[in-house]
């Protein structure tokens, strides 16, 4: 009745997960915008937002690789489970220190790099879980709609951080995320499911197992041009999310209700794009709409860049996120109807390395260019560049288009 949206929620165990995915969400974005805010409090520097951001989103890149392999041998539950509740008490102390006024820069960097790591262990173990909650031929509108709910988080949750933080400061928002996190964790305790079989014959060591995890991909050709464009993307264009604060405080002079009217403008739109690919629901045809959302959201990031009002920033902005979307909900559906069920821990423990260690690598480069250019004139460089690399991948990705849409 209701599509790939029927369809993801067919079963039990995905309803769980979803239940869990949705309030945390909320949290993560509560928790995104008060770090961002208070940064920018503390500093007033477009700079040091980068700085925060890397400081928080690097750990990811370093850690996740290592926790793929972990939640191959050990169990992608039991590891969701355990970096959950740790990632909630870590926050839980930000929060508290913050509601306190006892956070300084170094607090906040130290903290956030603790988050990061506990994010770079849960997130590839909760998000393998997925494709073993509901069946093969739902896998696409689950991961979809998996995306979807994010999104709805993206502009629901400013909306409820900017209210946290007006009536009872950052500290606020910060602690949504940490009850959000213990949430989450409880949802999958309640999930019961029998785990797919380790290979009896994998027996190989640690490092080993992770070499052999971008071996896999290195020797797929699909994957290996997924992985630059989501590289791309990463690096290039979803920076801007992390350097928002300096657009409402600089570029358009607002305070937080500037921010989340940004941060909401973005979500709003990427809620857009989501709902159609869940509700869509297939592999069939996400190439030509992966490519269309690169392609065209860098040229409409560019645009909202060189916007120097809040009215029209948020109008251009919706649309640049409508079509960055799409472009990584279908890099990531595509990866994982890609990666064969063994090796799908390592691979998305990979492909989350790149989906948030780039945007951590390009908020500090873009911060820091900006610091010399000016902010605007630094996401328009970084949005042209993006423009550039995706073209030259367009022909060879066309090629193997249904090599890629493969059931």
């Known amino acids: 009745m209701f ?22 969400v909320f949290g993560w974005w509560g928790n995104r915008l008060g770090i961002g805010w208070l940064t920018w409090e503390l500093t007033g520097s477009a700079g040091w937002l980068g700085i925060v951001a890397f400081a928080g989103m690097i750990p990811v890149t370093l850690v996740s690789p290592f926790a793929g392999v972990l939640a191959d041998r050990h169990g992608h539950r039991q590891m969701a ?6 990632g909630g008490s870590v926050t839980a102390a930000l929060a508290v220190l913050t509601i306190y006024g006892e956070t300084t820069i170094p607090i906040l960097l130290g903290l956030s790099i603790l988050q990061g790591v506990a994010f770079g262990t849960e997130f590839p173990a909760r998000q393998a879980l997925i494709p073993q909650l509901c069946k093969r031929e739902n896998l696409s509108a689950a991961l979809a709609f998996n995306a979807t709910t994010f999104q709805v988080g993206t502009f629901l949750g400013p909306v409820l951080a900017g209210f946290l933080i007006t009536r009872w400061g950052t500290g606020a928002s910060i602690m949504l995320f940490a009850a959000t996190n213990f949430w989450m964790a409880l949802m999958i305790l309640f999930i019961r499911f029998r785990p797919e079989p380790r290979d009896p014959r994998d027996n190989s060591g640690f490092l080993s197992e992770i070499a052999g995890g971008f071996r896999y991909i290195a020797a797929t050709p699909s994957l290996r041009l997924l992985f630059m464009i989501a590289f791309t993307s990463g690096l290039l264009l979803r920076p801007y999310t992390e350097l928002l604060p300096g657009f409402a405080g600089d570029v358009f002079a607002r305070g937080p209700e500037g921010l ?6 973005a979500g709003f739109g990427a809620l857009a794009c989501g709902l159609v690919l869940v509700f869509r629901g297939r592999a069939r045809g996400l190439v030509n ?21 809040l009215t029209m ?7 640049a996120s409508f079509l960055m979307l799409a472009c990584h909900v279908g890099a990531y559906s595509l990866i994982q109807n890609a990666t064969v069920a ?12 790149i989906s948030i260690g780039g945007p951590a690598l ?11 250019i000016g902010l605007q004139w630094a996401v328009v460089s970084s949005a042209l560049l993006a423009f550039i690399v995706m073209v030259c991948l367009l022909p060879s990705v066309r090629r193997i288009a249904p090599e890629m849409e493969a059931e």
């Open 3 to 24: 599509g790939g949206f029927g369809r993801a929620l067919s079963s039990p165990h995905y309803r769980l997960y979803a239940c869990g995915h949705v309030a945390n």
């Open 81 to 86: 489970m355990l970096a959950g509740v740790f």
């Open 260 to 265: 989340a009217a940004l941060t909401a403008a």
């Open 289 to 309: 709409i992966m490519l269309g959302g690169a392609i065209c959201g860098s040229v409409m990031l560019a645009a909202f860049a060189m916007t120097d009002t």
């Open 313 to 319: 920033g948020v109008a251009v902005l919706a649309v």
């Open 342 to 353: 063994e090796m799908r821990g390592r691979v998305i423990s990979v492909n989350v390395s």
């Open 362 to 372: 390009g908020a500090l480069m873009i911060g820091w260019l900006a610091e010399a």
